[in-house]
């Protein structure tokens, strides 16, 4: 690795000053942004330690009865929280489902969400990668059984957080902090584009901090499930996960991880066709055919449909009958 | 900074993008601790910081400042006597090479302290991290099972 200053920000102010400084970067646990730093993937001259200011390790609730979870919480912490099981099930399993214990202990969930690609063509520099400074992507005519059997961009990366898949079937909103304040967007304008972006995969500028996650009270409770098929039985990134939460008030979320560049929520009249329930097997197998009637596979990963539909019905089972 | 290292106070500046890794085996030869993928992914690292499992791989050392690191050179007691879970994983056969055993013995400790009497599939679940090239995952998992059953006979 090539040296670095490291700075443990003592407040707010601090971190976000020094993250405007040329080639700094963001650090939390370490898990991802070492690896691309051993691997020449990017450069820093300066990391900014994140964690340990004030709040960001913290779960706190809001006065709509939801939570707000510090961008430096771990993600062991957030499987483990008691607040966020009886409220947000579906989040705590997707970040039960991460990596490793060791893992779950080093990494903070602004990290789970910024994050790099694990497309192997980006991992491995290839050099016609969009995201390695290229023009196109080379696993559309290559080995792409791990890439997005959706069309989003010129790029067929998948996300790899488990996090925010539930968060996106949760409403979540992701509160970034930079020079010019606090701006607030949705999971789905966090990673808008992520496949046509060179430089990363979600919308977070270099001198900006996710200081929050929101989870609103309306979606606390009610049915949720979170589930990942995984190659291995453990310790993998998803082929395939399904987040779906049924609010108190009977609105449906349906959200799709592994198939896209961001978390990718089904069309929202299968989700109003689940939330009206009373569904049978036959029309269950016809929503999960609707919900996925526009993907476009790629030669290696039409599996990814099977698995997504078989995801989907289950969730539909759960939310709709 | 300054850390506890197997008990011991320790106080220095390493350089910033040090590893708590290199730090342990290259300037405190604390060579136990293993380097083997450096990239977080076999497990061969695993130490405890404040009691929890970590690649020290991928954790920086000034990053650690102010907290507790056990490596495998915590585990025997005075003497050098091991300590129940290092004799189990000889009585079972729980090593081939070895070169996994460190970090597999800091993850099995830091499980039994967090969960006393794991299910198998528990422990399964929580080694999953930790890589044994040479296949020796059913003799860990009889080595972890025998130290639970016999620390809750006391």
């Known amino acids: 690795m090539h040296p670095v200053r490291y700075h443990r920000a003592a407040n707010l102010a601090e971190a976000l000053a020094l993250l405007g400084t040329p080639d700094a970067r963001a650090i939390g646990g370490g898990t991802d942004l070492l690896v691309l730093l051993k691997e020449d993937l990017t450069r820093a001259s300066t990391l900014v330690d994140v964690r340990g200011l004030a709040l960001s390790e913290t779960v706190t609730a809001t006065d709509d009865g939801g939570l707000a979870l510090g961008g430096a919480l771990r993600i062991a912490d957030i499987a483990n929280d008691a607040a966020i099981r009886a409220a947000y099930p579906a989040l705590a399993e997707a970040a039960a489902s991460v990596g490793t214990v060791a893992l779950r202990n080093m990494g903070t969930l602004g990290g789970n969400l910024a994050q790099r690609t694990r497309c192997w063509y980006f991992r491995r520099g290839a050099p016609t990668c969009l995201k390695r400074g290229g023009s196109g992507c080379p696993a559309r005519s290559g080995a792409n059984e791990y890439h997005a059997i959706v069309e989003s961009g010129p790029c067929r990366t998948v996300h790899p957080s488990d996090p925010a898949v539930a968060l996106a079937a949760l409403d979540a909103r992701v509160e970034l902090t930079g020079p010019a304040g606090v701006r607030t967007l949705d999971i789905a304008a966090l990673f808008a584009d992520a496949a046509r972006d060179a430089t990363r995969e979600a919308a977070i500028a270099p001198d900006e901090l996710i200081t929050r996650v929101v989870l609103p009270g309306a979606r606390a409770g009610g049915v949720q499930r979170y589930e990942k098929v995984m190659q291995r039985g453990a310790y993998d990134f998803a082929l395939v996960s399904c987040a779906a939460s049924r609010a108190e008030d009977g609105t449906v979320r349906i959200v799709l991880g592994g198939v896209a560049a961001g978390p990718w929520q089904v069309n929202s009249s299968v989700e109003e066709d689940v939330a009206i329930g009373a569904l049978d097997d036959e029309s269950i197998d016809a929503l999960a055919e609707r919900a996925m009637y526009d993907v476009e596979p790629l030669a290696g990963n039409a599996y990814k449909v099977t698995i997504a539909q078989a995801l989907l019905r289950r969730a539909m089972r759960a939310l709709g009958t | ?154």
């Not at chain 2, 293993?34 to 009691?51: H, I, M, N, P, Y």
């Not at chain 2, 050392?61 to 690191?69: I, Y």
């Not at chain 2, 056969?93 to 800091?106: R, V, W």
């Open chain 2, 1 to 154: 900074m300054r850390l506890t290292i197997n008990g011991r106070p320790w106080e220095g500046d390493p350089a910033g993008e040090t590893t708590l890794l290199g730090l342990l085996r290259d300037d405190l030869e604390l060579t136990g601790t293993k380097l083997s993928c450096d990239r977080g992914e076999c497990g061969a690292c695993t130490v405890q910081l404040d009691g929890r499992t970590v690649h020290a791989c991928l954790t920086l050392a000034h990053g650690c400042d102010g907290q507790a690191v056990r490596t495998v050179e915590g585990l025997a007691g005075p003497e050098g006597a091991l300590n129940d879970l290092q004799a189990a994983f000889i009585a079972h056969d729980a090593a081939q090479c070895g070169f996994c055993t460190p970090g597999q013995l800091m993850a099995a400790d830091a499980l039994l302290a967090a969960n006393p009497r794991p299910s198998d599939e528990e422990i399964r679940a929580w080694m999953a991290g930790n890589l044994c090239r040479c296949g020796t995952y059913p003799n860990i998992l009889t080595a972890i099972r025998a130290v639970a059953e016999a620390r809750s006979r006391g």
